[in-house]
């Protein structure tokens, strides 16, 4: 062999060499996989995450770059734990199909990508509550919610309500009344608009959020007579009341309507200017349902509420009971309709201490009002001021005009009574605490005193002239249907 020879044999073998150690040296390219099942997330759900497998050469280093559609992604680089990368991401408000799509790429260049699908679907629009409120919570208009038994607001905790929302009872009586109880040192902000009220109803009530917000408050299946299907707002606080027991005066006591088994229901103390919250334009309709024998809850109940707290344009719809009764307190309420109540319209117990004012009554079944006096040594008044009542029509007749105690407090200003019917009457005028001014029975001069049982008091006459100013309150379902016109 002679040295060319050799010089192109060792040359060769070189060239298969380097060759082998070059083969020997290459990577596996990475490789990616998505879920294979679809997640599925409601419109505008935050917070969300979704985890890929990826498989890289243990020589190498990787890059990780995510994108989406119909979504947005919070961490276009991944978390990564070992084989898993995490993608945290927000679903968009359109329902639909989406997707996230994760590109992995190594240090040696090489690529692998795989998409995750994501559906995207209608948020939920009604919310089934079965639990107290214990945190700080919002009830929006885009939901219905569905109040699944007695849910309460805690003592310390907000529940704040936005205009146009609607509530609505499940039915259950006795200890399975679906009612909104705001506790002791719970907040209830539900403040609707004139435009936009708050209504709480039963699930048999058709009403959505979009007739609300379509101008339509009235219930669309609903008779505006009928009662009993779901129980009422309860709201209790830390005012004084007058009640007492055996032992003598107690300064709390246990709201009806809610079992004595639930330290909720208290109510009273020594805060006048206790704070509950804000209740304002809002429409409470067919409560009342049975707890017992004779034992209804009211459309709104107050209980020891103080003078902190807002309470102005309230509706009360076909309560089976009372459509507002105050059991002591302090708080003042203005702007209301009681309609169609299956007892008394007005109630007032335990001494309560605010002002009613302005306001209409139309054909309770019961009272029209209903004012007792003090249970305990505490005898505090009230003012009931600036009212039109409709006694009666030809479907419906009161019991009663105004029925008190021998012991009640209260002054009685500017009340306009109409569609006064045989047998209704004041029925007691004696008693010291009670006093009339301009109230006027739309109703023959003639004949005023066969509507007072004694001697007519000389604040009652005989007039036609409405009291409340019915402006503020053409929000109401009562207006809309007419049940104040001339008024």
Request: charged share 15%; with cysteine; glycine share 14%.
């Amino acid at each position: 062999m002679n040295f060319k020879s050799l010089v192109f044999l060792l040359g060769a073998f070189v060239l298969f060499a380097t060759s082998c150690d070059d083969e020997g040296a290459m990577f596996d390219a990475p490789m990616v996989s998505a879920p294979s099942a679809v997640a599925n997330v409601e419109a505008g759900a935050t917070g969300q995450s979704v985890v890929f497998t990826v498989s890289i050469d243990a020589d190498l280093t990787a890059s990780y770059q995510a994108s989406g559609t119909g979504v947005t992604v919070a961490n276009a680089s991944g978390t990564v734990d070992g084989s898993s990368v995490t993608i945290n991401y927000d679903a968009g408000t359109t329902a639909g199909a989406a997707s996230i799509t994760l590109t992995v790429t190594d240090s040696e260049g090489q690529s692998d990508e795989a998409t995750a699908v994501i559906n995207i679907g209608a948020e939920e629009s009604t919310v089934l509550l079965t639990s107290n409120i214990s945190e700080n919570t919002t009830w929006t208009a885009d939901k219905t919610y569905i109040l699944g038994g007695r849910i309460t607001v805690l003592d310390g905790v907000t529940l704040t309500i936005e205009p146009g929302t609607v509530i609505k009872g499940q039915a259950g009586t006795g200890a399975n009344a679906t009612a909104l109880l705001v506790a002791r040192g719970g907040m209830l902000m539900a403040e609707g608009t004139a435009e936009l009220p708050i209504i709480f109803t039963s699930v048999a009530d058709e009403i959505t959020g979009e007739d609300v917000a379509a101008g339509n408050f009235g219930s669309p299946n609903l008779d505006s007579d009928v009662n009993g299907l779901w129980g009422g707002i309860i709201v209790l606080g830390k005012a004084p009341i007058s009640a007492s027991n055996n032992n003598g005066d107690l300064s709390e006591v246990q709201i009806e309507g809610i079992p004595t088994s639930d330290a909720n229901g208290l109510y009273g103390g020594n805060e006048p200017g206790d704070n509950s919250g804000v209740i304002r334009y809002i429409s409470i309709r067919h409560g009342g349902t049975n707890i017992g024998a004779g034992n209804e809850i009211n459309g709104l109940t107050l209980g020891g509420v103080g003078n902190g707290t807002t309470i102005e344009h309230v509706e009360v719809v076909a309560n089976q009971d009372d459509g507002v009764e105050w059991f002591g307190g302090t708080v003042n309420v203005s702007n209301v309709v009681v309609w169609n109540a299956g007892d008394d319209a007005i109630d007032t117990d335990q001494s309560w201490a605010g002002t009613l004012d302005n306001f209409v009554v139309v054909t309770p079944t019961g009272h029209c009002f209903e004012l007792d006096g003090p249970e305990g040594s505490l005898e505090a008044g009230h003012t009931i001021q600036n009212g039109s009542i409709i006694a009666s029509t030809a479907d419906r007749v009161s019991e009663d005009l105004i029925n008190v105690d021998d012991n009640s407090i209260v002054a009685l200003k500017n009340l306009f009574f109409t569609g006064i019917m045989e047998g209704q009457k004041i029925n007691r005028v004696t008693a010291a605490g009670v006093t009339f001014e301009g109230i006027e029975f739309d109703v023959d001069a003639a004949t005023l005193a066969d509507y007072v049982n004694g001697a007519v008091p000389a604040g009652v006459t005989a007039g036609t002239s409405p009291k409340a100013d019915v402006s503020v309150l053409g929000w109401t379902w009562a207006a809309q249907a007419g049940g104040l016109d001339n008024l």
